[in-house]
């Protein structure tokens, strides 16, 4: 781990080379998990105010869940077909939520301490499974030490210049009267042009991957970061294990982190968007999402849309089985494609059996582990669509073409001409068809079933398939 003093023009010099994704991040199958309601495995260093599991979640109550929670839950996780875990924040906060730390170097007395990270972490590797931990680096809590020396000493402090800050005494009414995260008063921004605060955040990156084994990090709020400074984090990462996966909260499209060599994927909100418009709001048609994702994979590196974080839901999300109307072909249909699409898939805790949940803190609900609330015909789907992405060779690294769509169906090829499948999406409640030429197919005039239903008529130039409202289905060609 580099010193306070160090020069950080190593890490831009390291961030410009082998601009790729950790090759593990193509393979991956992520499991997001909000830790407080995820699973209690330890009562015991349960908050004083903690409520009962099922409770209505509120942005100030306290559930119990913690990390030895989610090493309990590994087989779980290792059952579901999970390969990837993602944990939203785990640092020392007086919040549920974790985003405003008040200390880096410290696990939340309420999720445990050091040693049940480092457990977590062995028990997931030891199931060939990789954790990354969320890194907030734009701002702190309050309590931060840092900023509360701020508030005794004023200008006096060693870290008066680590904030922008308009003047002192610091004040909060009627607004702060320094720079925060949104005009949040307890979430204090730093002054990342500071390279002492610069050095403080990546020596933080650094120390978690050498002290516990983690794999990368998720950096909160990238939108509101440096490209510089994102560059060097990434790097500072990847000085200390090579095959660390650094990516971004991006809002929008994502371009620009990578073509200024910042990150190895990003949460990709784009295509969760056009998602949410095509098969949730039904705001247009099959056509027009082509478009969409073309234009799409089109705007980055072509290795870039194989390390990007595809999301379907999140902690910041209302579910998106919500967002359907509650309605489980619409909810599926939008993960099969999720699935089937460039990219390492990610289910948000609860969605494989049919969790709801509205704005946040709605989508924050606690995990209710008792079979009878299960969706159970969507935990085997998920189950089958996890072990199809792991079998499928094609859908981990295979090309991704669009080859036809109509109002309502949309047929997409991945792989080569010598590994080749063919996914179809039907949009519409009533059956659909398309046809699809074999010139478009490399020449393939004929298909198997492999995943879904479909009617298939295997004709002289090509394919026609008749597929059921809200349908879909994978062929090997």
Same mark, same amino acid.
């Given at each position: 781990?580099?010193?306070?003093?160090?020069? =950080? #023009? !190593? &890490?831009?010099?390291?961030?410009?080379?082998?601009?790729?994704?950790?090759? *593990?991040?193509?393979?991956? @199958?992520?499991?997001?998990?909000?830790?407080?309601?995820?699973?209690?495995?330890?009562?015991?260093?349960?908050?004083?105010?903690?409520?009962?599991?099922?409770?209505?979640?509120?942005?100030?109550?306290?559930?119990?869940?913690?990390?030895?929670?989610?090493?309990?839950?590994?087989?779980?996780?290792?059952?579901?077909?999970?390969?990837?875990?993602?944990?939203?924040?785990?640092?020392?906060?007086?919040?549920?939520?974790?985003?405003?730390?008040?200390?880096?170097?410290?696990?939340?007395?309420?999720?445990?301490?050091?040693?049940?990270?480092?457990?977590?972490?062995?028990?997931?590797?030891?199931?060939?499974?990789?954790?990354?931990?969320?890194?907030?680096?734009?701002?702190?809590?309050?309590? =931060? #030490? !840092? &900023?509360?020396?701020?508030?005794?000493?004023?200008?006096?402090?060693?870290? *008066?210049?680590?904030?922008? @800050?308009?003047?002192?005494?610091?004040?909060?009414?009627?607004?702060?009267?320094?720079?925060?995260?949104?005009?949040?008063?307890?979430?204090?921004?730093?002054?990342?042009?500071?390279?002492?605060?610069?050095?403080?955040?990546?020596?933080?990156?650094?120390?978690?991957?050498?002290?516990?084994?983690?794999?990368?990090?998720?950096?909160?709020?990238?939108?509101?970061?440096?490209?510089?400074?994102?560059?060097?984090?990434?790097?500072?990462?990847?000085?200390?294990?090579?095959?660390?996966?650094?990516?971004?909260?991006?809002?929008?499209?994502?371009?620009?982190?990578?073509?200024?060599?910042?990150?190895?994927?990003?949460?990709?909100?784009?295509?969760?968007?056009?998602?949410?418009?095509?098969?949730?709001?039904?705001?247009?048609?099959?056509?027009?999402?082509?478009?969409?994702?073309?234009?799409?994979?089109?705007?980055?590196?072509?290795?870039?849309?194989?390390?990007?974080?595809?999301?379907?839901?999140?902690?910041?999300?209302?579910?998106?089985?919500?967002?359907?109307?509650?309605?489980?072909?619409?909810?599926?249909?939008?993960?099969?494609?999720?699935?089937?699409?460039?990219?390492?898939?990610?289910?948000?805790?609860?969605?494989?059996?049919?969790?709801?949940?509205?704005?946040?803190?709605?989508?924050?609900?606690?995990?209710?582990?008792?079979?009878?609330?299960?969706?159970?015909?969507?935990?085997?789907?998920?189950?089958?669509?996890?072990?199809?992405?792991?079998?499928?060779?094609?859908?981990?690294?295979?090309?991704?073409?669009?080859?036809?769509?109509?109002?309502?169906?949309?047929?997409?090829?991945?792989?080569?001409?010598?590994?080749?499948?063919?996914?179809?999406?039907?949009?519409?409640?009533?059956?659909?068809?398309?046809?699809?030429?074999?010139?478009?197919?490399?020449?393939?005039?004929?298909?198997?079933?492999?995943?879904?239903?479909?009617?298939?008529?295997?004709?002289?130039?090509?394919?026609?398939?008749?597929?059921?409202?809200?349908?879909?289905?994978?062929?090997?060609?």
């Amino acid at each position: 781990m580099s010193d306070e003093s160090s020069d =950080l #023009s !190593h &890490f831009d010099e390291f961030s410009a080379q082998n601009m790729r994704p950790p090759e *593990w991040v193509s393979d991956a @199958i992520f499991y997001q998990i909000f830790p407080e309601r995820f699973y209690n495995g330890n009562p015991e260093n349960d908050p004083e105010d903690t409520v009962e599991w099922d409770t209505k979640p509120t942005r100030e109550n306290f559930f119990g869940g913690d990390l030895e929670g989610v090493n309990r839950k590994l087989d779980y996780l290792e059952e579901l077909g999970i390969n990837a875990i993602y944990l939203n924040p785990i640092f020392r906060s007086p919040t549920n939520h974790k985003y405003d730390t008040t200390d880096y170097y410290e696990i939340d007395p309420a999720f445990g301490d050091k040693s049940d990270l480092k457990s977590l972490v062995n028990s997931a590797h030891d199931k060939n499974m990789k954790v990354i931990l969320d890194g907030v680096f734009n701002h702190c809590g309050e309590q =931060l #030490s !840092h &900023f509360e020396d701020v508030k005794k000493k004023g200008s006096d402090s060693n870290y *008066w210049d680590w904030y922008e @800050i308009d003047d002192f005494p610091i004040e909060t009414e009627p607004e702060p009267n320094y720079r925060c995260w949104a005009g949040v008063p307890y979430m204090p921004e730093f002054d990342r042009t500071n390279p002492e605060v610069r050095q403080y955040l990546l020596n933080i990156v650094q120390y978690w991957i050498q002290e516990a084994d983690i794999d990368g990090w998720r950096l909160d709020t990238t939108n509101y970061l440096e490209p510089g400074f994102v560059r060097q984090l990434r790097a500072a990462a990847k000085e200390i294990k090579p095959e660390a996966y650094v990516m971004g909260e991006v809002i929008g499209p994502a371009s620009s982190w990578f073509k200024s060599g910042s990150l190895d994927g990003v949460m990709n909100y784009e295509l969760y968007k056009y998602l949410v418009d095509f098969l949730a709001n039904e705001d247009y048609g099959a056509r027009e999402f082509r478009q969409r994702i073309y234009f799409l994979r089109r705007s980055y590196p072509e290795w870039a849309n194989f390390g990007n974080y595809n999301l379907l839901g999140s902690h910041d999300r209302p579910r998106f089985m919500n967002l359907c109307e509650k309605d489980p072909t619409r909810f599926k249909l939008a993960y099969f494609f999720l699935f089937t699409f460039p990219g390492a898939p990610t289910i948000y805790y609860g969605d494989e059996i049919g969790m709801e949940g509205g704005d946040d803190p709605d989508c924050r609900r606690t995990y209710p582990w008792d079979e009878d609330r299960y969706h159970g015909e969507l935990l085997d789907y998920f189950k089958k669509l996890v072990k199809l992405r792991k079998e499928m060779r094609s859908l981990r690294e295979g090309g991704f073409r669009e080859i036809a769509a109509n109002e309502e169906v949309f047929a997409y090829a991945r792989g080569n001409t010598k590994d080749q499948v063919l996914g179809v999406i039907n949009s519409g409640s009533g059956q659909n068809q398309i046809e699809v030429s074999s010139k478009d197919l490399s020449g393939a005039s004929s298909g198997e079933v492999l995943f879904g239903d479909a009617s298939l008529n295997n004709k002289k130039n090509g394919l026609q398939l008749k597929i059921p409202g809200y349908g879909y289905c994978l062929l090997k060609l």
